[in-house]
């Protein structure tokens, strides 16, 4: 069996990538698809073939997927405008007989009010009419999420958001990372959409981790939408990403990624790492 791993470059794919080998997959059974191959150098020193893979050249798809049996589609980096590039990628597995396709979308993407959630629903419906056995990884947020806040929260001892009293259910990326090297390495997953999240916390729960975490006490602070908006134009945000922003924090107020399915440990078979383990590998230099 061989799997392409794509954006294997990027945070999420390379720590496919380790899980994948942890798991006792062979170097030559992987393959490492990156937009720029110089990035994922290291993968290629150990064994992996890593091959240049762009969403939106499908030729590059077209040749990354030659005897491969299994992909692992990870979501493109620009909301809005990533689903072309997710279509090309589906069009190319299908035309390459790929026996499994595995692809990172957002918790309850074909329900859920939150503005992530249309090119993740437009995806998987993709994916269905293409009729590739697949497996879909509903991935909640993660912790990592929160490395500016925490460095913030470093500063001032405060994190602020436009959530009100609302909960994240978020794990850490590795985590993330070996529940689909689970479900590429092992059968019995075609067919199944698995909403992956952590133990659900408000946002005082993630100001106390943080407190642990940098040694003080951080208080979260709740805001408007407008005080929201108003601190991210002053830093100079141009007015879509303000909106974007303004509008995510609305979808997470509403309980989005508010979830309490426990299949990413099932998955993994073990707990989530923690919040303080997983912030603390993000936290600033002292």
Do not use: C
């Not at 937009?35 to 064994?47: F, H, Q």
């Not at 994240?168 to 689909?180: G, L």
């Not at 923690?274 to 600033?284: D, F, I, M, N, T």
Request: hydrophobic content about 50%; cysteine-free; overall charge negative.
């Amino acid at each position: 069996m061989t799997i392409l791993v794509t954006a294997a470059s990027g945070q999420l794919g390379h720590l496919v990538v380790d899980a994948l080998l942890a798991r006792g997959a062979a170097p030559d059974s992987i393959v490492a698809g990156a937009r720029t191959v110089a990035k994922a150098a290291d993968l290629a020193d150990r064994g992996v073939r890593v091959v240049p893979l762009d969403y939106s050249a499908p030729e590059s798809i077209d040749a990354a997927l030659e005897g491969v049996d299994s992909v692992l589609l990870i979501s493109g980096s620009e909301p809005g405008s990533r689903l072309a590039g997710h279509v090309n990628v589906i069009d190319a597995a299908a035309r390459a007989g790929v026996t499994k396709l595995v692809y990172t979308s957002v918790s309850h993407a074909d329900t859920v009010d939150l503005v992530l959630a249309p090119d993740h629903k437009a995806t998987e419906e993709a994916i269905a009419a293409s009729g590739i056995p697949a497996v879909l990884l509903r991935n909640n947020w993660y912790i990592e999420n929160y490395a500016g806040d925490l460095a913030g929260a470093a500063q001032n001892g405060v994190i602020s958001a436009a959530v009100g009293d609302a909960a994240v259910s978020a794990a850490a990326r590795a985590d993330y990372a070996e529940a689909a090297a689970v479900v590429l390495l092992e059968d019995g997953h075609i067919g199944r959409t698995y909403e992956l999240a952590g133990p659900r916390a408000t946002y005082a729960d993630i100001a106390s981790a943080m407190g642990e975490v940098l040694g003080r006490e951080v208080a979260y602070v709740p805001a408007t939408p407008e005080e929201l908006a108003a601190r991210l134009a002053s830093f100079g945000l141009d007015e879509g990403t303000v909106g974007f922003v303004v509008a995510l924090d609305a979808g997470i107020a509403g309980g989005a990624l508010d979830v309490t399915e426990t299949d990413l440990a099932d998955l993994i078979g073990r707990p989530t790492t923690p919040w303080v383990e997983a912030l603390r590998a993000v936290a600033p230099a002292n």
